[in-house]
Each structure stands twice: as C-alpha cells, then as structure tokens.
C-alpha cells in the first residue's frame, strides 16, 4: 500500500504534461547529469519512446500502466499471482521509500528502460540490476522492520570492520517469489 | 554505493535482564535474555531421529549397521564404538562415556569441539603469559591471543585432565563453594561459542578453525562460495585472513558450523589441525597429510590397520567441506539456512536454535525456497541419498575384496617391497570411502561430488586387490 | 497454475497462408505460415559450438579426441567413424556420408530417426493393406496403423533401398516431372514430425516411440516426472498408452525429443527396438537386452568385441533415459524448455526451432528460472561436466586395463569357461562407460546418477581385471 499521497499529486501534475521533470539538484549525482544529457541528445533527435511508451506511466502508481510496455507483461502477471498483490503494487518495491531517492529511481529507471525498449539491446528474460535490488530490500524492510528485526545487522556501531552491507541478509535469498509468483531462486543471495 | 542506499538500520536492541560476558559458558542467563532462542536451543535433547535412525538411549551404532566399518577401522579406536550423532545438548556427555574415551586413552584436544572451551583456554592462555586470570579479567573481552595460547597449552595433554581444568573456570553462574572443588560446570556448545556477548553478532571462536581458514585463504582452491576470502586475497594483505573481521554474515551462517563439521586430526602426536593449506576438495585435503610429517618425526598417519599393517588415515564428518562441493553453497545457501531456519513467533521472527535433520522440518528449512510438496522434497532428498548409499555399499564391498586379497598375499610371503604399491592404492581407496560414509548427509551436501569420491574408491580398492592377484603368491 | 501452464498461455493465432497435409515433409510450405520459427529452424544449419567443438566441415571426430574409444568399438562400425552431434539440418546429410553407413552395410531402420520419413511409412503400409496411396489418400490422415506396417515392413530392409523409397513419396511440393524420377525429396526432421498439420499441436510419430513408451507405461519403474503414464495406469485401461491422446502438454515438449535421442537397436536382425519394458534407468535397459533374443534365435548382442571376442551392447545416446533420472524432470523441466527456449519478436513470443546446446543461449534457456549471472551458470555446468569427464576418464583407464589382461590371458590359453565370468564383467563394464560417453550432455542431464554408472563401470572393468589376474596365466 503506498501511503504517499503528496507523491501521487506531484505525479499527477507530471502526467498531465506528458514529460518528466527534472529538478537539478546539488544532490544529484553523476549518473544523473549523464543522464539529463542524454536526455537532451534524444530529445534532439526526436524520436524517443518515452512519449511513445507513455512515458509518464513511471510516474504513475497502477501497476496496468507499467504493462504498457509489453515486456513488462509477464511481471505485471506474476505480481497479481503474488502473496502482495493485494498489499503492494510495483512501486512500493521498485521506488525507494524516500522522497528523493523515489525521484531519482523513477526518472533513471523510466529513462533507461525505456531507451532499452527503444534499442531493444536488453536481455530477455530482464536481469535486475544490483542498484535496484537495494531498492527492493530496503522495500521488504521498510515495511517489514519490526518483524524481522533480528535479521537486521546486530549493531551498527563501527565496533566491527565488517561492511555493513554485508552484515544484512538478502530477503529474496528465501522469498524469491513474494512480488512475482514464480520467480525461482534468487540470486538475490548478495554473497558479498 | 549510490544515493540510494539508505544506512542499514539496526536490529532493535533487546531487553537485557541480566548481563553475560565472556565467561558464561552457561547458557541460562542468556537465555532469560532470548527466551526464545533459548527454548529452542534446550530442544536438542530431544531425538527424534530421521529414517536412518530409532529412539535409543544411546543413539544407534554405525558398527552394527555397516560391519565393514569394524574392518575400515581395524584397529582404531573407532572400530570399538562408533554411532550416529545426535543433538547438541548430548555432545559433552556422549564423548564422555564413548568407549573411544573410557577405553583409550584421549587427547585434550577432543574438547575443543565437545565443549564450551574457550573460557578455560583464556585462563591457560593468560596463565602462560603471567597473567592473574581472575574472573574480571577472564570475562573482559575474547583475547584471541591468550586463547590461542591456551589452545596450543592444552592439546596434547591428556582427556582427563583438561577435562577437571573446564570445571576450574568460571561459566558465569557457579560460585565455588566450600565443600565443591568446581568454579563452573562443563557445557556443551553454547552460545558464547557462537555469539558475541556484547553484541550478539555471531563469530567463531575454535582456534582449529581460525587457523585452518587463515591456511584455507593462503592456497589457490578457487572457493566462489567464500567471496570474503577472494576479497582478501585481492587486498594481499600481510594480515592473515581474520573471519571475524571480513567474512560477511552469510558466511559466518557457515562458519559458525565449520568450526567443528570438519575433518581434524586429534590425537597427542602433533596439535589439532584442520587440513585445508591445500584446498577444500577431499583430494587437496589428502595432499595435506600427504604433505604432513609429526613434529617428533616420520610420516604423518592416523592408525595402523591392524588387518594388513597398513598406515592409514581417518576422516571425520567433513560436512563443511562436502558442502563447500555442492550447489546450494554455490548458490549463497548457508548450513543455518537449512539447519535454522527462521521460525514466527508473534510479531517477531527468531532463528531455530534446535540444531538437527532439516528433514524434521521440511516445511521451514526448505520450502520458502523450494515451492515443492513436502512429499517431494522427501523423495528427491531419498534419491540422493539412497544412490550415495548404493554407490556406498559397492566401494565396501570392493574395499573388503581388496583386504582379503593383501590378507592372503601377505600369508603367502608378500614382501615389504611387493606390498608398497599396493599399501598406496589401500589407502587412497580407504579414505575416500571413509570420507563419504564419516559425511553426515549421506551426499546430500553435494551429490554428485559424493559419488564421484566413493567412485574413486572403488577404483584404488579393485585396483590393489588386482595388484595384490598379479603377485602370483596364491 | 505453475511456471510452465503459464508460459502455456502465451500461444499465437496464425495466418494460414498456404495449407500443408500430412505429406508435407518439405519445411517450405509449413514457413511460409509461420515463419519465425520456420526461419529459427533454419539456423540449425549453423554449427557454432561450445567447449566441446570446434567449426569443421565434418564435426569432430569423437574417436580422435578420446582414442580409447576405438578400443571399446572394436569390430564394431563404431570404431571406424564417430563424431559429435550437430544442427538437425545437418542430420540426413552426416548419416549419409559416415563411414558407419558408406563403408558397412546398415539397416533402412536408420532413416527412422534421420529423416522425414513418416509419409513413406504410411505409403508402404497403405500398400501392405493393399490401399493405392495415391497423394491424396497418403496426405488426408496420419493412420497410425498403415504407419506402423510400413515402419515394420522397412526396419530390416537395406539402407540404400529404403532411402529410395523416400524418394518414391510425395514431401508436399514436388512434382513428378518427365526426367525427374523422384516424387518428393528426402528431408531431415520436419514440421510434420512433430505438428498435426490441421491443429498445430505437437505430438509423435516415430513407430519406435510408440512401440516403446507404451511398453514402459506397462512397467513398473515409477516415473513421477511423467505423470499421465501414472494416471492411464490407475486407470487400468486395455488400451495401450498412447501419448498422442493422454500426455500432458509439458510430457510432449519432451515426448518429440524422445523420438530419437534414445538408446536403441538398429540392425537388421530386429526390428528398430527401444528396451523400456522394465523402466528408464540403465539397469532396466540392460535388462532387457539380457533378456532379449533375435527371432532368428540366439542371445541379443550388438558386437562381438574384436579384441577379446566378448559379445557386448553398444548404447547410443540415451539423452532422454539420463534426463528421466535428473532433477530437472523431477522438476517437470522439458527438453525443449532449455532446448527450444522462447524468444521474443515484437510482442509475439515463439518457440526457437534453432534446437541447439542451451548454453549458446543461457540468456533465454536457463535464466528464466535462475536468476543468476550468465558466467556464474557457465562455472556450474562447468563443475558437472568436468567432474563427469574426470570419471569418465578414470573409467576408461579401466577398461582398457580390463582389455590388457583379458588379452594376456587369452594369449596365455585360458579356456572359455574361464572367460566366462570376466566376459560378463566385461560386457557390464563396456556398458555403462559407453551408456555415459555416448550420451551428450557430458553428465549435465543427470549430474549424481551419470558418476554413480561411470563408478559402476569402473567396479566392473577392474574386477574382470584382477579376475583375469587370479586366473595365473601369466
Ligand atoms: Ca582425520
Ligand atoms: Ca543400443
């Protein structure tokens, strides 16, 4: 369930103008500038599936408007299948849970995918890619934190070298299918 | 790291009733701080046993249920008792009243995966280094060094006696009283074993084990499943490979089990070692002892079997080094994945401390991640190991053709010279057999691997036994 | 509703553009209405490949990669000319030019498996029948029975003059011409081998197959990867199992597989026969050769082994009797879920009909169901297949020891009483070294079960080995 009605609205005003905006921030980062750059390389061009995809559907919270992109069909049907389809809907795992950081994803998601769409040079079956996958796990926690608090690291503190990212458990690495019935395993096991 | 990496958020800190500190090897008061973990740990005293078991006082014996053991083990304190394992809670006193102990005379080191030892190797350690080990200064902090020093103290001395030196050290609850000589009680594994008592992370103490991963770090077995190490080895750091620092926690999940699910030598003639300088394969373990000569001389063995004079080795439940072989450790999946797994308990999830048979528990140790019917996942477990054990029974037949074959030879005159090739071929055949069948999981660790071992015994064994034929000495 | 029924769902509504029947055995006509997997099926005519290979005019000759075959085939065609598997365009093409078939004389039951030759079948069994298979009557159904007559009435006849028949009938687009004799050409493995040309469904129609699923649902190997052969036996019904009418879908996309990539007798003193009566494991086939005779009389033997003169069986790729034994079939993987992954064009997903090794395509073949890197899933079927090569290898240093002795012996005048136990060893031996080697997943279809019957191979190898030793002929 997202809470998040501030965001919605936001959203809305962004549909209604068919493009993403982007406000530059000090807080960007690299990747962001590259990709506000290519952006406007593409938009020169022209020709560009953002409009064309319905672009403007990454900013949107129905999970039907992510199938607009045909390859994203078969998720949108095993996430109904899934134990969340009715507690979740695509964005509660693939945006993070903070303000910015659900802006940035969105827009470095919605751009890249779909230049992928346009070039076609993705693979298939679609690969998660680690940055996103921090995305999901922060998503299983943000929600689930008070259950599963044992699973979290012991201590935060700085009492031990070990990297903190490695000190939590990866939450697909035993519930692979909970957003997409089907999903076999997981690699999601970050070993390292 | 990107900006979208929140920081982690800690585990909310838990209520503590009472403190624990480095010498409360008893697990009661911890317990009242982790009620849960606790109930389930004290669960292992109940023995409810999978298909190749029954309910007995003394768990069923392996030499009954496979008589070529007593000839493999001719002459070795395994030949006299030897049964399957069972539950944590029983570790301390079935090495107690083993006939391995009550008949022969043990090394100290036997302790060190029977007991909550480390409290008593600090003390000996810190004794070692002139230090006054008062109960303050034992309960401060690990100390890995007086550790160490204390372990290397106490190895070779006898059973006995560092048994009486564990009821000298405190285990944080006993107080010595007048008429009782005891400052704590002995326990098996507990949870200052695997657990941190000011944090309550996990770690390893066996000092056998860290020093066996630090060797394991330095050779070049490739170890995917250990990517810390391969880290480690990237940094080429002069420190050596320190588990408690730079394994992740999905690999302390196995460690914590490595430090007494391995192979070992134990006995007086040199301190406990784990053979992993070369590897984890059974091949680069063999090589080790190949490799090993005792401190006081000559060519490392285990036993000499009595049939056929023979100097061979022993292997002992190599589990850990089983499943570093197979797909599941491949694939991240830890020994607390499948032998913990995660139980509810209201609104909180707790890890089961009731060690044992995942097969008991089908339910949460597999199926969250095989979406399978119980039934199923039994029978495919059932083929495995019942192929292991097909492939088992072949590599003893072979292995007791091969013996009456040297019996025979040797009645016959064999010379030392003659019989030198063919000593070789025994050993190799003898251990790789004792390496799958000592392996708790009857291949299910790593099917394939298990099979292809017992193969390669079969192999040694028919080879000396037509060796043996080809001398012309019938 | 699991993995596979959903997949399921995605199926497309063609366009007929022309019509094809079921003399059809011309791919063209069948791409012109579906010509993605028409133009998929095409690419099996190129020959990339993996580790095991190279990029030859001739694929490479497996007898120049392990010489040690040539010793296992001796006498045999085998031994004279044996390469690796490639594109199934290429099929009809390497039969033709082997010196398996242009030096020795073969059986016209080759071409079961080689062409498209079910037309021809019918056509000679609606002549048996003594029906005039005109073009129309041959075209207008599959009827098995006519197909059955044919198949039985060819098996035994000469290569060169069933390979003439196939020219006598109607492939769907020739036409008789004045100069031209033939009818129709001769086709590799086509559309209407595997499609109804009405429906689309696919289904089989090897004779062989046919003959041989139905005695292996009579039998009592229990085969839970195949389902509906439990059901038709709870059903108790008279009627033979038929696949065609009660396999699921899932059992067909590796039923049309099964047609050919099994283990068979091809000669011309039988039938064309596959020995499923007792089940699918390498036992059970071996059984049944022990129990077979030739109707002409006299115990069933593929070859009288040139060296020693033992008479042995040959096996020839059992892929779909491995498989059985995997965890895949446990877990209702197909042969064509990895063999002929989906692939997308536009929205439309398809079937690629470019059947090839699965990891010139571990994108789409295997990281449906495991979501991990594409190196990472190389390095696991690296593992198994490495691991069966070393046992492989280690089987085959066996054998040929087997080989030595036994001829050493015969040189020295053992008597064929004598040899008569070591020749049943060796018979066993050669078995199941060949069962493993001849089948081409080097070991990936059924990991544990292929280094379990290489272990077995080599059990027997040395005990006709140290047999022939204890006979003291030297
Ligand atoms: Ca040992
Ligand atoms: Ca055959």
């Not at chain 2, 008949?103 to 004794?127: F, K, M, W």
Request: one cysteine or more.
């Amino acid at each position: 369930m997202t809470n998040d009605d501030s965001a919605q609205q936001t959203q809305t005003n962004l549909t209604s103008t068919g493009q993403p905006i982007i406000r530059p921030s000090r807080r960007f980062r690299p990747g962001l500038v590259l990709f506000a750059m290519t952006l406007g390389l593409f938009a020169g061009i022209g020709t560009f599936t953002f409009g064309y995809g319905n672009g403007a559907s990454y900013l949107s919270n129905n999970p039907q408007t992510c199938a607009n992109c045909h390859v994203m069909q078969e998720h949108v049907e095993t996430w109904q299948h899934s134990s969340h389809h009715h507690v979740a809907v695509c964005n509660d795992c693939h945006l993070p849970h903070d303000e910015i950081g659900k802006w940035v994803t969105k827009a470095d998601n919605g751009f890249f995918h779909s230049l992928a769409f346009t070039l076609g040079d993705y693979p298939d079956p679609i690969q998660i890619k680690d940055r996103n996958r921090t995305v999901t796990q922060n998503a299983c926690i943000s929600c689930h934190k008070d259950f599963v608090h044992s699973l979290l690291p012991a201590s935060s503190s700085a009492e031990t070298k070990r990297a903190i990212d490695a000190n939590v458990l990866s939450c697909v690495h035993c519930h692979a299918d909970v957003g997409h019935a089907f999903h076999a395993f997981a690699t999601g096991s970050k070993r390292e | 790291v990107n900006i979208f990496e929140r920081k982690q958020e800690a585990r909310t800190t838990f209520t503590k009733v009472v403190d624990v500190d480095e010498t409360s090897s008893d697990p009661e008061p911890w317990g009242r701080n982790f009620p849960v973990q606790y109930e389930s740990y004290l669960k292992t005293a109940d023995s409810t046993r999978t298909e190749y078991g029954g309910n007995h006082a003394l768990p069923p014996s392996k030499l009954e249920q496979d008589p070529w053991l007593k000839r493999l083990f001719a002459g070795y304190a395994f030949s006299i008792d030897y049964r399957e394992a069972r539950g944590h809670a029983f570790m301390l006193n079935d090495q107690e009243v083993t006939k391995r102990v009550t008949d022969v005379q043990q090394a100290g080191a036997c302790l060190h995966c029977h007991a909550s030892i480390i409290p008593t190797y600090r003390r000996i350690g810190l004794e070692q280094q002139g230090i006054d080990p008062t109960p303050a200064v034992l309960a401060k902090n690990f100390n890995q060094e007086a550790v160490m020093a204390g372990f290397e103290a106490v190895s070779r001395m006898k059973y006995e006696v560092v048994y009486a030196e564990l009821l000298q050290t405190p285990d944080g609850t006993d107080q010595a009283e007048a008429e009782d000589p005891h400052l704590g009680h002995a326990h098996p594994v507990s949870c200052v074993d695997c657990h941190d008592p000011k944090t309550m992370q996990i770690r390893v103490t066996r000092p056998g084990f860290i020093q066996g991963i630090a060797k394991l770090a330095t050779s070049d077995d490739p170890l995917p499943h250990l990517p810390s190490i391969q880290k480690w080895r990237d940094s080429e750091s002069d420190e050596p490979y320190d588990p408690n620092l730079l394994a992740s926690r999905q690999e302390m999940r196995s460690f914590v089990c490595g430090q007494c699910h391995v192979e070992y030598y134990c006995a007086n003639k040199m301190t406990l070692t784990l053979p992993w300088s070369n590897g984890l394969k059974m091949e680069d373990l063999e090589k080790e002892w190949d490799e090993t000569a005792f401190p006081e001389g000559g060519e490392f063995y285990d036993y000499v079997h009595k049939e056929t004079g023979t100097k061979v080795y022993k292997a002992q439940h190599p589990e850990f080094e089983l499943w570093s072989q197979g797909i599941h450790a491949r694939a991240g999946v830890s020994c607390s994945d499948c032998h913990m797994p995660y139980e509810k308990q209201g609104a909180t999830k707790y890890s089961s401390h009731w060690v044992r048979s995942p097969m008991l528990n089908i339910n949460r140790a597999c199926q969250t991640c095989h979406k399978v019917p119980e039934s199923e996942l039994q029978a495919r477990v059932d083929i495995i190991q019942n192929r292991t054990r097909d492939q088992m029974d072949r590599a003893a037949v072979a292995m007791t053709d091969m013996l009456d074959a040297i019996l025979q030879v040797q009645q016959n005159g064999a010379t030392e010279e003659q019989l030198e090739p063919i000593r070789a071929l025994q050993k190799k055949a003898m251990w790789r057999l004792d390496y799958i069948s000592s392996e708790n999981s009857k291949g299910f660790h790593a099917d394939q691997e298990a099979v292809r071992v017992l193969g390669e015994s079969i192999d040694y064994s028919r080879q000396a036994q037509a060796a043996a034929y080809k001398l012309d000495l019938k």
